[in-house]
């Protein structure tokens, strides 16, 4: 792959698994949405999304059309990468995809949301998971990591989002994970704030990981909050924030 403005993640990959995630530097976008935006549905120019789209292709030696882009809803489906019709333009509604074919890229868009990239050790099967908190709490990791025949032959990579020192969020989030697992107790930790928590989704993610049997996990040592040059975020821009691309695919 080409370009200073893309991130590789550091795994031990098969060789046949290729994986990035696009910053926001590099791109056709112009300001609030600067400048590699690859979201269709952010009130982004339509043409500018479509050249920096491009561009992803010419960096990851694919087609345009090989993508597989999602409607994310914030659920916990995952759909076969396959299904996708670029003919159409019509994205897929999930939070997720997978492939066992070759030069077909799952691919997730975020803004503090979680990205995660599965695949497994053969390199048979690769998966792109879009994991805010409400996909984490509605079981979206263990979702995907089903459908793999074996999830002790699995790895994960979890890519740029939120840090554990900027997510405050409320006791329903609290709840909507202790409730479910008390062991989620220590990925939060109380603010001074009356009701608040930061929330740690890199934690929550290797928690639900690790209970559907997948232990090789790498990655998890981004803000995309902080690190305003490379990264957009939505709770720190609001509204005028572009989306970045976490993508995996398999060569052969």
Request: glycine share 8%.
């Amino acid at each position: 792959m080409q370009g200073d403005n893309l991130v590789e993640p550091d795994w031990p990959a098969p060789e046949n698994v290729q994986a990035a995630v696009t910053t926001r530097l590099g791109g056709f976008s112009k300001p609030g949405f600067d400048s590699y935006n690859l979201a269709a549905h952010v009130g982004d120019d339509p043409k500018a999304v479509t050249r920096n789209r491009n561009k992803l292709a010419e960096q990851t030696g694919l087609l345009p059309e090989q993508f597989c882009w999602l409607d994310q809803v914030h659920g916990k489906q995952i759909v076969s990468a396959q299904a996708y019709d670029a003919k159409s333009g019509l994205s897929l509604l999930a939070d997720g995809s997978d492939s066992t074919q070759p030069c077909v890229a799952c691919v997730v868009l975020t803004a503090d949301c979680l990205p995660v990239l599965l695949c497994s050790l053969d390199g048979a099967r690769v998966s792109a998971i879009h994991a805010g908190w409400r996909g984490l709490a509605s079981g979206i990791l263990s979702h995907a990591v089903q459908r793999y025949p074996n999830p002790e032959q699995v790895m994960a990579w979890l890519g740029p989002a939120i840090g554990p020192s900027c997510f405050e969020v409320g006791t329903e989030v609290y709840h909507a994970f202790v409730s479910q697992c008390e062991n989620a107790k220590q990925a939060f930790a109380q603010t001074a704030k009356h009701e608040k928590w930061l929330a740690d989704l890199y934690r929550l993610a290797r928690l639900q990981l690790h209970a559907a049997g997948v232990t090789r996990v790498y990655g998890g040592d981004f803000c995309t909050y902080t690190d305003a040059e490379r990264f957009y975020s939505y709770r720190r821009d609001g509204t005028q924030s572009g989306r970045m691309a976490s993508l995996i695919w398999r060569n052969a």
